[in-house]
Nanobody
């Protein structure tokens, strides 16, 4: 089992920044890939970014590339998502998730999910 807890969401004006954190605990070694997804009201959950704990691979959705940066703190088992130049369309509940294998850009391989943190970007 892996437990995930997100934090760092909030309300920010367009153009501002937020940093989300995802604290992982439990058998994290069994889930080498961490991902960030988001879900806006009335929309399906969508991929945002992923990274492996080893740091060998990262990836971003086209909509956030160049604005968001994923990073990790292996010592503390924490994954971060630095979000800059935020836009109103970034408003959503953001979830972190852990996967053992599979396409990291799809939600289905992820076995464990956090409770989500709300990000609201005002125009």
């Amino acid at each position: 089992q892996v437990q995930l807890a997100e934090s760092g969401g909030g309300l920010v004006q367009a153009g501002g920044s937020l940093r989300l954190s995802c604290a992982a605990s439990g058998r994290t070694f069994s889930s080498p890939t961490m991902g960030w997804f988001r879900q806006a009201p009335g929309k399906e959950r969508e991929f945002v970014s992923f990274a492996t704990w080893s740091g060998g691979r990262t990836g971003y959705a086209d909509s956030v590339k160049g604005r968001f940066t994923i990073s990790r703190d292996n010592a503390g088992n924490t994954m971060y998502l630095q979000m800059n130049s935020l836009k109103p369309e970034d408003t959503a509940v953001y979830y972190c998730a852990a996967a053992s294998f599979g396409d990291p850009r799809r939600a289905t391989p992820y076995d464990y999910w956090g409770q989500g943190t709300q990000v609201t970007v005002s125009s």
